[in-house]
RNA sequence: GCUGGGGUAGCUCAGCUGGUAGAGCACGGCCCUGAAAAGGCCGGUGUCGGCAGUUCAACUCUGCCCCCCAGCA
């Protein structure tokens, strides 16, 4: 059974054909997306509501409250939860999302070492404001000339990262990270530099394209529709919770522009405005990773019809 | 109409005792191995309001004109 993928940016359409889709093929859908999985947080990640999940099985979605964390490497065990019992169930998964690093996670895997230490985490970020991130990164070129190298020396996400796994294994990042590299290809071979050779599930994967101009049409439209449909109430309440809830939804497009405007600096328009210019550069980033994703491109003109779309699709790329 | 302030990148603005310009954001490209809607790197952009004058050289000085804002009429 091989996982159907469809890939694409925030307001590309991908919800909507994946939903058509699945009706068409009785297939259940596997959200692929780092914020759906939090309950309460709806309308700013355009998740499917009652009408959508009684029209098709959604899996992935509403695992956990805001207040809690959450892994790439969390989604995997779920996802691979959901595929397993969609499976056994003779359906077919039709994955759908927009977070690059979960696909990553869920069919790639990750390298075996230790989740994150949050406290080790805090700790190494108040040594970086006091001296720099430049002092994490002369000690991780230190111990693990090899990560030093790759990461930059202002990517204090990545340097964190780095020197937590050393700190906790006693072992270099770079040495963990190359084992699973030969695990994938061959020896000495970077996992991206040829992703998804090997891959956790034989899966078929297409790409939405559709023009930039367009892209940014419809995230205006999307926009608007969330701002009727309570928007601002769901962003204060992100905002009246920021002491509690975890990172993660604090960190969403969606939320964090309007912080601006909750703290009195900033009126209404400015942040939809500072909404939109968030997604546009969302989209950006997203079609950075998938384009070097291995998935066979499905153009959409901006007054394609989704039911004709998915028929397409079911009839070409889907078809088995 | 008068007085003052201002017209410089798509936007907000900085700049120059004269040597044709910058910063943030936007926009575009890229990197990414347990917080990824995060984090990081790189990039282009301009008839410097118009016309004339001074000058080897004007975005910068001078004159006139146009436009915007505030106050006074």
Redesign the pocket.
């Known amino acids: 059974m091989k996982l159907r993928i469809i890939l694409g940016g ?1 307001a590309s359409g991908k919800e909507r054909l994946a939903l058509e889709c699945a009706q068409r093929l009785d297939a259940e859908i596997v959200s692929v ?4 999985v939090y309950r309460g947080l709806d309308v ?3 998740k499917a509501g009652p009408e959508e999940r009684a029209a098709a099985r959604h899996h992935c979605l509403d695992l956990l409250e805001p207040e809690e ?5 969390d989604f995997a065990r779920a996802a691979d939860a959901a595929i397993a019992d969609i499976v056994a169930r003779g359906k077919i998964p039709l994955l759908s999302g ?5 696909y ?1 996670a869920l069919l790639e895997g ?4 230790p ?2 230490d ?1 406290p080790l ?1 805090a700790e190494l ?1 108040a040594r970086a404001r006091k001296d720099g991130p430049e002092a994490l990164h002369r000690e991780l070129c230190a111990k693990d000339p090899a990560a030093g190298a790759k990461i ?1 020396p ?5 340097l ?2 780095a020197l937590e796994v050393i700190s906790l294994t006693g072992q270099t ?1 770079s040495g963990r ?2 084992q ?2 030969g695990f994938h290809s061959e020896a000495g071979a ?3 530099a040829a992703p998804f050779a090997a891959p956790r599930y034989p899966f078929v994967m297409v790409r939405l394209v559709r023009e ?1 101009a367009d892209l ?1 049409r419809r995230i205006a439209e999307r926009i608007r529709r969330m701002a009727a449909r309570g928007l601002r109430e769901e962003a204060a309440r992100v905002w009246e919770n920021r002491a509690t809830y975890s ?2 939804p604090l ?4 939320y964090k522009e309007f912080f601006p405007y909750f703290r009195g600096e900033e009126n209404w328009e400015a942040a939809l405005e500072r909404l939109r ?2 997604t ?3 989209v ?2 997203q ?3 998938f ?2 994703f291995p998935a066979e491109e499905f153009f959409l003109p901006p007054d394609a019809e989704p039911a004709e779309a998915a028929a397409k699709l079911i009839d070409g790329i889907f078809k088995i």
């Open positions: 925030t997306d780092s914020m759906k700013a990640t355009a964390t959450f892994a790439a490497t927009g977070t690059a690093f979960y990553k990750l390298f075996e070492g989740g994150a949050l985490r970020e930059h202002s990517d204090l996400r990545r964190v990262r990042l990270q190359t699973w590299a970077s996992a991206a930039r940014h990172r993660t960190q969403a497009v969606g210019h968030g546009n550069r969302l950006r980033s079609e950075t990773w384009r070097k």
